[in-house]
């Protein structure tokens, strides 16, 4: 029943800029933190940023600090991800998932989307 779906991923150029969307229904967010994390072909999944639902605090990994933004929409269980000065290492799969407050694991994950990056 609980649904988060990103969007916006596709084939960018180095340096060009991709926003991903993620919309989440099935309940309320409002004691969530929402997160992206992203994998690449034979690495290990990565961190890459998170939105306390309530209040806004972000949090960013140091390898897009600078270039990524993470934000909350104006539609309702909705967060973007703004990525600026794309480079090829950022090529991955994007993922979206949603953390209760007060445990350490996220509990429900998205499909995700692709991003390339061309050098």
């Known amino acids: 029943q609980v649904r988060l779906v990103e969007s916006g991923g596709g084939l960018v150029q180095a340096g060009g800029s991709l926003r991903l969307s993620c919309a989440a229904s099935g309940r309320t967010f409002s004691s969530y933190a929402m997160g992206w994390f992203r994998r690449a072909p034979g690495k290990e999944r990565e961190f890459v940023a998170k939105i306390i639902w309530s209040g806004g605090v972000t949090y960013y990994a140091d390898s897009v600090k600078g270039r990524f933004t993470i934000s909350r929409g104006d539609a309702e269980n909705t967060v973007y991800l703004r990525m600026n000065s794309l480079k090829p290492e950022d090529t991955a799969l994007y993922y979206c998932?949603?953390?209760?407050?007060?445990?350490?694991?996220?509990?429900?994950w998205g499909q995700g989307t692709q991003v390339t990056v061309s050098s």
């Open positions: 998932a949603a953390q209760r407050h007060g445990m350490r694991t996220y509990e429900y």
